[in-house]
């Protein structure tokens, strides 16, 4: 069905006659006044999308419902005495409005993320910035592992980061850099993962519990200074000289198994470091970070996995950042 358009009539009254304080604070029911009332009846009771243009024919906003109607009159309601500034600001920009009828929700879920995806509305907030969704990418190289987080699965390492002053010793102080000359006997990307503080917070917390289980050391005063920031760095050497190498082998394969949802053996480990501690406080900011992973184990790595089962992606294959939203959407009709 071709998109239904609702125009200002020329002999409407202008917003300036509507407005008591422009942008922020319309009169009650401004849109009813603004617009013609008879239109809002004329709007099916229908899945679909809809959208709203200023007067510049901008598009400002994209959304979808399973009964246009209902939610379009939401909006013709909408009162200053109840509505936030931002709902209040939109409204009173609303010049046109367009929507487009579709057979199931879900067509109109795909339609509104490709719409976003491709316009950006300014008032569009949710699945607009796709490039900022997440990677991170595992190297083990001699001495130690190395973690990034990126969002780019393309990053070239070996240009970008041939010196990085993130890395520690093993007392955990800073070194004076290290260089990535030799080639890493394991290398793999995941992802993509959404959500930026979901995501930094339990990259961050699981470099924690990576770093005292190598170094023996529970006491969380003892992680290098970088650790210890409300948000996980974007890259990380985590040192394992000393360490045998048939158990950083083990770790490796129980992050790959983490990471690529099929397992969360791997808090298993830390949870019996928890019952190493001396202190209270020691076993309470472990059973935290563990928390984190397991949330983020629960909610997003068992997500994914989903997604590949469902849509048969190669293990190899990375999830897209154009193509994540999208597959959320189809998961849900499955």
Known sequence: MSPAIFMLAENELNSQQLMKQPDLFPLNAYLERKLSRQIFPEVPNAPGVY?????????????????????????????????????SALVSKISVITF???T????????ENRLIRTYRPLFNHVNKQIETYYFIRIMALQGGIFFT????????????????????????????????????????????FKGHVTVRKSF???????????????????????????????????????????????FIELLDEWFTGQSDEILNLFESMA?????SFECTYIKDRIEVLQSFYNGTLQKQRLIRNTFVLTAD?????????DFQVKLRAK
């Open 51 to 87: 959208r709203f243009y200023d007067k510049d024919d901008e598009l400002i906003y994209v959304g979808k419902s399973k009964n246009l109607r209902k939610r379009l009159n939401s909006y013709k309601r909408v009162k200053t005495n109840s509505a936030g500034k931002k709902l």
């Open 275 to 279: 019952l190493r501690t001396e202190t």
């Open 100 to 102: 487009e009828v579709f």
């Open 317 to 325: 294959e990375l999830i897209k950042q154009d193509e994540l939203d």
């Open 149 to 192: 987080l990126s969002m780019s699965a393309a990053t070239d390492l070996k240009k970008g980061l041939k010196k990085i002053h993130l890395f520690t010793d093993d007392e955990g102080r800073y070194s004076s850099g290290f260089d990535i000359i030799s080639e890493p006997s394991y290398e793999k990307v995941y992802g993509c």
């Open 204 to 250: 961050g917390a699981l470099l924690q519990l990576l770093c005292m289980q190598f170094t023996g050391k529970v006491n969380p005063h003892c992680l290098p200074h970088v650790l210890t920031r409300n948000l996980a760095p974007l890259a990380y050497f985590l040192p394992v000289y000393s360490v045998a190498e048939v158990k950083v082998l083990r």
């Open 104 to 111: 199931t929700e879900i067509e109109a879920l795909l339609e």
